[in-house]
């Protein structure tokens, strides 16, 4: 089951931990992954992408074309 930006964030206040330093610690810049959680990246491709399955908010693709 994928998470909301919601959930994530509950997760991050659960475990004590930032925004900034879950970025800094998978290496992801602040202002992207901000975006993804503001909804502004949609995650269809790239780095968006990339940090919304980090993140949970989507599955991991089975295969790559």
């Given at each position: 089951?994928?998470?909301?930006?919601?959930q994530?964030?509950?997760d991050?206040?659960a475990?004590?931990?930032?925004?900034?330093?879950?970025?800094?610690?998978?290496?992801?810049?602040?202002s992207?992954?901000?975006?993804?959680?503001?909804?502004?990246?949609?995650?269809?491709?790239?780095?968006?992408?990339?940090?919304?399955?980090?993140?949970?908010?989507?599955?991991k693709?089975?295969?790559?074309?």
């Amino acid at each position: 089951m994928t998470k909301s930006a919601n959930q994530v964030k509950a997760d991050w206040r659960a475990r004590g931990i930032t925004m900034a330093g879950w970025a800094r610690q998978n290496g992801y810049s602040v202002s992207a992954v901000n975006a993804v959680l503001r909804g502004q990246h949609k995650g269809y491709r790239g780095k968006s992408h990339e940090i919304m399955v980090a993140l949970g908010m989507k599955k991991k693709p089975k295969c790559r074309f």
